[in-house]
């Protein structure tokens, strides 16, 4: 089955920038829709971007027009473009496969990575 690695977070200032990553293995995932999700501090999971096989977007309110998902299907990977961070945008980060329906609300969520954290202070 398939499995979800993210990598990319860490610590950064109020207007800086992150690009997260998050790679898969065990099977292409190029004819799912994936996504990122992020576990704030108090303690609720907020849908941040979806993408879909067709490369079709969704985002949050809270993070469009400074945050870009996208995908290299060559390496299996999907990205988070993270530009103009705020302290709000602290929160654990998630990579998602197989959303249903592909937007930042699904009802269902097919596989989780284990999580990177963003820090922004």
């Known amino acids: 089955h398939v499995q979800l690695v993210e990598s990319g977070g860490g610590s950064v200032e109020r207007g800086g920038s992150l690009r997260l990553s998050c790679t898969a293995s065990g099977d292409r995932v190029d004819t799912y829709c994936m996504g990122w999700f992020r576990h704030t501090q108090q303690n609720y999971r907020e849908g941040v971007a979806a993408?879909?096989?067709?490369?079709?977007?969704s985002y949050a309110d809270s993070v469009k027009g400074r945050f870009t998902i996208s995908q290299d299907n060559a390496e299996n990977t999907l990205y988070l473009q993270m530009n103009s961070l705020k302290p709000e945008d602290t929160a654990m980060y998630y990579c998602a496969l197989d959303l249903r329906p592909c937007t930042v609300i699904p009802r269902y969520v097919g596989r989780w990575g284990q999580g990177t954290q963003v820090t922004v202070s």
């Open positions: 993408i879909d096989s067709d490369d079709t977007t």
